[in-house]
């Protein structure tokens, strides 16, 4: 008699493979508030359905000591669920990079999945951590160099930064950020997680994409509002700004524009997952957007007015090259 849990994998491998291509290719490229195609179906949810796994338990009855792993087991999510992210994630990783995309910095990298998720066109790959020292598990490290060896595409770069905190990665250095399973790992090892949403727009080129596939909602946060709700880089920014009146304070431009988002279908635990776009005009007031256009005008005109210049230098310079030659 088959038990539950190979039930649920059997249910997983199978609705998830022809559904996991079409939700990503059904991200509405042109904007908007959702997908333009919806794949949801009804999903598998037993009525009796509980976490039965316990992180503290192997598999074989015995206690697990923290001192004899390398790394914190993360078994939070049931097997279908888990399962079914992964499909989705690694289908979004593939179609949703773009082609000319050649820097990916992953969130909260714990083991060597994301190597296999980008496409062979990313160069470089960059790491951080969502463990509470800000250090990749050694083990992860192990499991990143050898897919990057057995694939030979994106070089491995492993960084020991905190997910919350990129420290070591430049403003605007990045082409594509991705956020696969991470958000729930920070809040549970005390990170803060909304603070790696402003991060991953620090580190992004403007137009630069934003990938994730997260739990729907994290201590009573909506994930997809903690996205598209971040106007400001600094923390301490908006602190400030609390503390001044409306007229104050000038509303600012979201740091992140929507390509598409949906929930993913056939879970047990709810999870969300899309892609936005990092705004060139994020995080700035009406009247600095303006400045800058003015300032744009101003050097486009400029750059008319020496290109005009040097084209009548160079008909005088003929014109006298012409009548020189006639004099002869």
Known sequence: MPNLNSILTLVALTLSAPCCYAFSRSLNLSGGNSLSARTRTSSFVPSNSKAIHNPNNNYFGGRIHRSQSSQPLHMALDLVTYLRTEWIATSLCSNQTPREAKVVLQIGSEDGRAVTMIPRSVETLITSSAEADGVIPVTAERQLRQQAERRGAARVRIVNQHADNLKETKDESVDVVISMQAAERMYENGLDWTNSVKEAARVLKPGGRFLFVEKTQI?????????????????????????????????????????????????????????????????????????????????????LSISAFERGIKKRRKKKKVQDEEEV
């Not at 400001?232 to 304070?249: L, T």
């Not at 060139?280 to 400029?302: Q, Y």
């Open 219 to 303: 201590n009573e946060i909506d994930y997809i509002d903690c996205v598209m709700g971040t106007y400001s880089f600094d923390q301490n920014e908006e602190k400030d700004d609390s503390d001044k009146s409306d007229e104050e304070v000038q509303p600012k431009r979201r740091l992140f524009e929507m390509v598409g988002y949906d929930d993913v279908d056939m879970v047990l635990v709810p999870h969300i997952a899309g892609v936005v776009i990092k705004s060139s005009e994020g995080g700035m007031t009406d009247l600095e957007v303006e400045a800058r256009k003015t300032d744009d005008e101003k050097d486009r005109l400029a750059e």
